[in-house]
Structures are given as structure tokens and as C-alpha cells.
């Protein structure tokens, strides 16, 4: 069964810190990773990532991807209290049809001032 | 211009009553999803339409009943509502064969009585 595992579960960190967020998966037949921001209501799309070890950025957030080790990270670098969110990565398994994402339980950060 | 929207926000009724929930599209999407975000915040898909037709029917009690009248527009009926029922719904959508990402609504909270 495709399982996607995030860790930790919750951080608490203050504002200014750099935060490394984890994210495993097992997945038959991978397409693709995801990551997305949930605030108080919609996910909000953050990352698509599909070739090992080519980072993507935006801003102060960037994200990899191991397809040998199975494993993501996002960073987060001079954290601000907007960043407080629970942060969900998705693995995409090559599926006929429409896109099937696997969700983990998301990681939920908690940026202090 | 709310790209994927949902009605309603919330919904508070009793069991064993039937309700729907209504999804609409305006970035001229082909693919609709349902997904179930439980009190943990797992995010699970239910269902998904590709330009009308029932690509994905993951395993959902079959008194959960998805409608799409065209690709713009995928509804959830529910009948006999359970306690286990209570969560937020998300309706989301992507363009299915290019690696885009799925957008989500912003959810619609369903609570059981």
C-alpha cells in the first residue's frame, strides 16, 4: 500500500529560526511529490517534484527530493509567523487516468515571535 | 474568481439525514476530486472525474454518491449521515495527462449530530 510519512508531527520554533521538514514515502511506481500549505481553509500548492536532487526555491522556501533514499525535505529559512501552517507532502503513484495523490499527516509549524 | 469553490462552508445536521455538497471549477480544468480530511488531518481521496466519467472510487461507503453534470462541476450527495461521517470535505481539481498540481477548495466542514 502507498504510505507517505511526515516528521516531526508538530514544531514550535521561534521567528527568524531555520526549519527542515521531513517527508518519507513508499509508493508503487512514482510519478511525482508534492508539497502543499494549509492554513485555516485550502491547501495551497508550495512544490512539484519529480527529478532526485534538483532543488526548487521560492523565496525563503525550498524543497529536494532522494528517489533513491525515498525521502523530501522542505526548508524554510528566516521564518516568519505567517509561515504558521500544517505543512502536507503528497506522493503522486503512476496511475492511469487522473492524477491519485497520497497524502501524509502533515506537519504542523508553529512560528513564534 | 475563486478558482475551485465549494458550498456550503459548513454544514451541521442530524443523523440519517441526506445532504449534498456542490464543487465548481473555473480554471478549465478536466479532472474534479473528492477528498475526506479526517481530525488527524489525513486528507484521503474519495473520488475523482475525468470530463464526466468515474476515473477514481476509492473505498467509500456506497451511500456517498458523486455527480458530475459536466467538468466544471462535481457534487457529493450523502445519504443517511453517521457520526463517523463528521469531517471537512475538499473538492479539488488539475489537469489530468501534464504533471500540474491539484487546487484545492476551501473545504466544507460537515458535522453530525
Same mark, same amino acid.
Given at each position: 500500500?502507498?504510505?507517505?510519512?511526515?516528521?516531526?508531527?508538530?514544531?514550535?520554533?521561534?521567528?527568524?529560526?531555520?526549519?527542515?521538514?521531513?517527508?518519507?514515502?513508499?509508493?508503487?511506481?512514482?510519478?511525482?511529490?508534492?508539497?502543499?500549505?494549509?492554513?485555516?481553509?485550502?491547501?495551497?500548492?508550495?512544490?512539484?517534484?519529480?527529478?532526485?536532487?534538483?532543488?526548487?526555491?521560492?523565496?525563503?522556501?525550498?524543497?529536494?527530493?532522494?528517489?533513491?533514499?525515498?525521502?523530501?525535505?522542505?526548508?524554510?529559512?528566516?521564518?516568519?509567523?505567517?509561515?504558521?501552517?500544517?505543512?502536507?507532502?503528497?506522493?503522486?503513484?503512476?496511475?492511469?487516468?487522473?492524477?491519485?495523490?497520497?497524502?501524509?499527516?502533515?506537519?504542523?509549524?508553529?512560528?513564534?515571535? | 474568481?475563486?478558482?475551485?469553490?465549494?458550498?456550503?462552508?459548513?454544514? !451541521?445536521?442530524?443523523?440519517?439525514?441526506? *445532504? +449534498?455538497?456542490?464543487?465548481?471549477?473555473?480554471?478549465? @480544468?478536466?479532472?474534479?476530486?473528492?477528498?475526506?480530511?479526517?481530525?488527524?488531518?489525513?486528507?484521503?481521496?474519495?473520488?475523482?472525474?475525468?470530463?464526466?466519467?468515474?476515473?477514481?472510487?476509492?473505498? !467509500?461507503?456506497?451511500?456517498?454518491?458523486? *455527480? +458530475?453534470?459536466?467538468?466544471?462541476?462535481?457534487?457529493? @450527495?450523502?445519504?443517511?449521515?453517521?457520526?463517523?461521517?463528521?469531517?471537512?470535505?475538499?473538492?479539488?481539481?488539475?489537469?489530468?495527462?501534464?504533471?500540474?498540481?491539484?487546487?484545492?477548495?476551501?473545504?466544507?466542514?460537515?458535522?453530525?449530530?
Amino acid at each position: 500500500e502507498d504510505k507517505v510519512v511526515q516528521s516531526p508531527l508538530s514544531l514550535v520554533v521561534h521567528e527568524g529560526d531555520t526549519v527542515t521538514l521531513n517527508c518519507s514515502y513508499e509508493v508503487t511506481n512514482f510519478r511525482s511529490l508534492l508539497w502543499y500549505k494549509q492554513e485555516k481553509k485550502a491547501p495551497t500548492f508550495l512544490f512539484m517534484l519529480t527529478s532526485s536532487g534538483i532543488e526548487k526555491k521560492s523565496g525563503r522556501l525550498s524543497s529536494i527530493l532522494d528517489k533513491k533514499e525515498l525521502f523530501s525535505i522542505l526548508n524554510i529559512t528566516a521564518t516568519q509567523t505567517g509561515d504558521s501552517a500544517i505543512y502536507l507532502c503528497a506522493v503522486e503513484p503512476s496511475y492511469e487516468g487522473a492524477q491519485k495523490l497520497v497524502f501524509g499527516q502533515g506537519t504542523r509549524l508553529t512560528i513564534n515571535p | 474568481d475563486t478558482a475551485v469553490s465549494q458550498t456550503p462552508k459548513y454544514l !451541521v445536521t442530524q443523523m440519517g439525514n441526506d *445532504k +449534498s455538497i456542490k464543487c465548481e471549477q473555473n480554471l478549465g @480544468h478536466d479532472t474534479m476530486y473528492w477528498y475526506k480530511q479526517d481530525s488527524k488531518k489525513f486528507l484521503k481521496i474519495m473520488f475523482s472525474y475525468n470530463n464526466k466519467e468515474l476515473i477514481i472510487n476509492e473505498t !467509500v461507503p456506497n451511500r456517498f454518491s458523486p *455527480k +458530475s453534470p459536466d467538468k466544471a462541476h462535481l457534487n457529493l @450527495h450523502i445519504n443517511s449521515l453517521e457520526l463517523g461521517d463528521s469531517a471537512v470535505y475538499f473538492c479539488a481539481s488539475s489537469q489530468a495527462g501534464r504533471r500540474q498540481p491539484q487546487h484545492f477548495g476551501d473545504g466544507t466542514r460537515l458535522s453530525i449530530l
